[in-house]
């Protein structure tokens, strides 16, 4: 039976910040506005944060079922590593994935809008079938465009809309901005996995583009919040502060562009999700302060 601290690395805490950058910024953007709501906003960061446990769970079960985890280098994974049963793991994720459900339900039920519950349905649906299902499209080497859209677009102009009812031309700066340094995450994580992907046969957009490709999409993806920096610069000069998070990036940028591999790059997934929280941060106070 799982301890309690494996199945709090088994919900893979290192990749909360996917789920709470895109939500700051989101608040930030409708505090720009005038239409910032604390109760919407905590609504939304908690629907965002269990649907990316609910993830976490739902990955770690389908993957432990097919076999893929059996030789994995990145963190404990409770059904591969044999500490965990399937079915306690399926529970966990069916849970987490509930309660965003619910949650969601609460604010679009306060909101009035309605036709949000097909984002919302669109949402748990990625969840359970990016390594679930008969085909789960992450073998496929959809996974990056699917952490883009829902833990980038979807999730910052969700956060900004519930509030102020509309989305600015800023909010889908700072969406494209924070789907691209999430999806990077997702891009490191591939990378370090390449070999043991490979052997499993699962396809990912790293397997198929190889190790100097996948590390070229990264350096590309961790450029674009930096091209947002000045974009929103040019009418909100506070927001510039946004590129203090590139000190973050330095380090897990070198990792990468050297070559390093395997064990080496699992920091790359940490400083790039803080990267990313520092980024939001920063660009949400600086948007709500102007």
């Known amino acids: 039976m799982a301890t309690v601290a494996q199945w709090v690395e088994g919900a893979r805490p290192r990749t909360l910040p996917n789920a709470v950058a895109p939500v700051l910024a989101g608040m930030g953007v409708a505090a720009q506005l005038g239409a910032f709501s604390w109760w919407r906003s905590i609504l939304a960061l908690l629907v965002a944060l269990a649907l990316i446990v609910g993830v976490n769970f739902a990955n770690d079960y389908s993957d432990g079922i097919r076999g893929t985890d059996a030789d994995r280098v990145g963190p404990l994974r409770l059904v591969g590593s044999a500490v965990a049963k399937p079915k306690a793991v399926l529970a966990a994720a069916l849970a987490a994935l509930g309660i965003a459900g619910v949650l969601g339900l609460v604010l679009i039920a306060v909101t009035g809008s309605w036709w949000l519950l097909t984002i919302g349905a669109a949402c748990i649906a990625a969840a359970w079938f990016y390594t679930g299902g008969r085909r789960p499209y992450g073998y496929a080497g959809f996974g990056e465009v699917a952490v883009f859209v829902f833990f980038g677009l979807a999730a910052v102009l969700g956060t900004v809309y519930v509030q102020a009812g509309t989305v600015s031309r800023q909010a889908v700066v700072c969406a494209v901005a924070v789907g691209s ?44 919040p930096f091209a947002a920096t000045v974009a929103l610069g040019v009418f909100h000069p506070l927001a510039l502060a946004g590129v203090l998070a590139a000190v ?41 302060l102007s």
Do not use: C, Q
Not at 194 to 210: E, F, M, N
Not at 261 to 276: S, Y
């Open 248 to 288: 973050l990036l330095v380090t897990p940028v070198r990792v990468v562009v050297t070559g390093r591999t395997g064990m080496e790059l699992i920091p790359v997934l940490r400083d790039t999700g803080l990267a990313m929280l520092v980024w939001a941060s920063v660009t949400a106070g600086a948007l709500a």
């Open 181 to 224: 340094l999430s999806t990077a995450v997702l891009v490191a994580n591939n990378l370090r996995d390449i070999p043991t992907d490979t052997r499993s046969g699962k396809h990912t957009l790293a397997v198929k583009l190889g190790d100097a490709g996948t590390r070229r999409l990264y350096l590309a993806l961790v450029s674009v």
